[in-house]
């Protein structure tokens, strides 16, 4: 498989040196968040192209979406005819996101029409096309909706599946936009390396935790760490993307958006991150370990904060091991009180020392730990924690210690990086 789309012998540069950018809107009362979108876009070099439908713009007028594009904007294939535009611009695109994407313009989508300018450029465009969907629960859940999403994935479109939330009116359930910053964000990967979002998990049920744990010394201090949870919420996103099941058990991370279609349990400690791994292990198919838990956590905790002067011996303190959840899940496995199918994935985040590299500690972490798969990431000052972009070593356990197979994985957007890891993951799978 192509792990990037190369389009340079059909599409020219954009102007900025980022890409051209198709961005079409559909008439839904969420295409106000189309503004953020483009915005987003236009922000980070990109030309963005937008290309509303006629009901759109009863919604966000022409006007509004020029002035955020720089680009003038029209519906019809009527319109610059000189210009072929409605060949042009699908064939020019490097990418198109369809945001939102609405139940009326899928099934057109799906049935290959070409009745408005927008259509017509999905039908010339041979770059990655990516639909954020928005619509009522019941739209989204109908049968000819879900017909037309599978046969839009089936031919190869990105069909983001919707976020979880308030609707228009007093309803909520799954069909909300996503925000506009997580669109661009998902469809940025689907650009950067093509099959990113197939549909290869459907059915399976994956694991995943992210974050950082803290272990208090009194009600407002604690220990932590830098962890961001910015890998596990990307590894959570490309999972549901790809069809499966997945269970995000979250520590404290950044502002991130949320992966739209996970369920999410928050903890705060690696004792709360154990119990909610072992109630959520026994059912699922893998388990992918990559939140930051604390090592160690204060022998006690103050029941009131501690002062300086006080009774209480601030300059030293007393530390004591948390479990370790990778390993006991190994050890539950080898037992018989997990599945023998279930599969176990890791994560090291080393900085080497005097005498061995990343990779070297990487080694010796996954001897001793026991894992199916274990993910190595180099970290430190400025270095994939808190970063958007990420990079590192894939290692499986060969038949002997030292024969561990490794493979590179280059620098890229963390959502990139988690399609690697769940790509590794799936071969372990056994054949259905």
Same mark, same amino acid.
Not at 110 to 120: F, I, K, P, V
Not at 125 to 132: F, G, H, K, Q, R
């Given at each position: 498989?192509?792990d ?21 809107v559909?008439?839904?009362i #969420?295409?106000?968040?189309a503004?953020?979108?483009?915005? &987003? ?18 919604f966000? =007028? %022409?006007a509004t ?19 072929v ?9 490097d @990418? ?6 609405t139940?009326?313009?899928m099934?057109?989508? %799906? ?10 450029? /999905?039908?010339v465009? &041979? /770059?990655?096309?990516? *639909?954020?969907p928005?619509?009522?629960t ?7 909706t ?5 046969t ?11 976020a ?10 799954p ?15 689907a650009?950067?390396?093509?099959g ?5 998990l ?15 010394? +009194? ?16 590894l959570a996103?490309? #999972?549901?993307?790809?069809? #499966? ?12 958006? $949320? ?11 690696a ?8 109630e ?8 992918i370990?990559s939140?930051?838990?604390? +090592? ?16 209480? +011996? *601030?300059a030293?303190?007393?530390? &004591? $091991?948390?479990?370790?959840? @990778?390993?006991g ?6 037992? =018989? ?6 599969l ?6 080393e ?7 990343p ?10 730990? =026991? /894992?199916?798969?274990?993910? /190595?990431?180099?970290v430190?000052?400025g ?5 958007d972009?990420?990079?590192?070593w !894939? ?6 210690? =030292?024969?561990? $197979?490794?493979?590179?994985?280059p620098?890229?957007s963390? !959502?990139?990086? #988690? ?14």
């Open positions: 498989m192509t990037t789309v190369n389009n340079s012998a059909v599409h020219t540069a954009s102007r900025d040196g980022g890409l051209r950018i198709l961005v079409g559909g008439g839904g #969420a295409a106000y968040k503004c953020a979108l483009i915005r &987003t876009f236009t922000k980070a070099g990109h030309d963005v192209h937008v290309v509303p439908t006629e009901s759109a713009l009863r966000v =007028g %022409a979406f020029e002035a955020l594009s720089g680009n003038p904007v029209s519906t019809t294939v009527f319109e610059n005819v000189d210009e535009q409605h060949v042009r611009l699908g064939q020019e695109a @990418l198109v996101v369809i945001a939102p994407a139940a009326d313009l099934a057109r989508l %799906a049935h290959g029409r070409s009745d408005d300018l927008l259509t017509a450029s /999905c039908l465009a &041979t /770059c990655p096309v990516v *639909l954020a928005a619509m009522h019941e739209m989204w859940a109908h049968p000819a879900r017909e037309n999403v599978e839009l994935r089936r031919r190869g479109t990105v069909v983001l599946d919707p979880h939330g308030r609707l228009t009116g007093p309803d909520s359930g069909g909300r936009l996503p925000e506009p910053e997580h669109i661009a964000s998902l469809a940025l990967a650009h950067d390396r093509f990113i979002f197939r549909r290869s459907a059915g399976r049920r994956i694991l995943i935790t992210a974050g950082g744990t803290h272990e208090p010394l +009194d009600p407002v201090r604690f220990l932590g760490n830098a962890s961001s949870g910015r890998q596990g919420f990307a996103d490309v #999972a549901v993307q790809r069809g #499966a099941r997945v269970e995000l058990v979250a520590g404290f991370t950044d502002e991130l958006d $949320e992966p739209s279609g996970a369920h999410i349990t928050r903890i705060k400690t004792r709360d991150m154990q119990q909610a791994v072992a959520l292990a026994p059912s699922s198919d893998a388990v370990m939140a930051a838990v604390a +090592d160690f956590r204060p022998a006690s905790a103050a029941d009131a904060k501690l002062k300086k002067g006080g009774d209480a +011996d *601030l030293t303190l007393a530390l &004591t $091991e948390n479990p370790d959840i @990778l390993r899940l190994v050890e539950a496995r080898r037992t =018989g009180e997990l599945p023998e199918e279930l176990i994935a890791g994560f090291a985040a900085t080497g020392d005097a005498e061995h590299t990779l070297d500690l990487a080694r010796v972490k996954l001897a001793r730990k =026991g /894992c199916d798969l274990l993910m /190595c990431n180099a430190g000052d270095l994939v924690f808190g970063q972009s990420s990079s590192g !894939l290692l499986t356990p060969g038949e002997q210690p =030292g024969a561990e $197979e490794v493979t590179e994985v620098a890229a963390k !959502l990139v990086v #988690a399609s690697h890891i769940l790509d590794a993951l799936e071969e372990l799978f056994a054949p259905e």
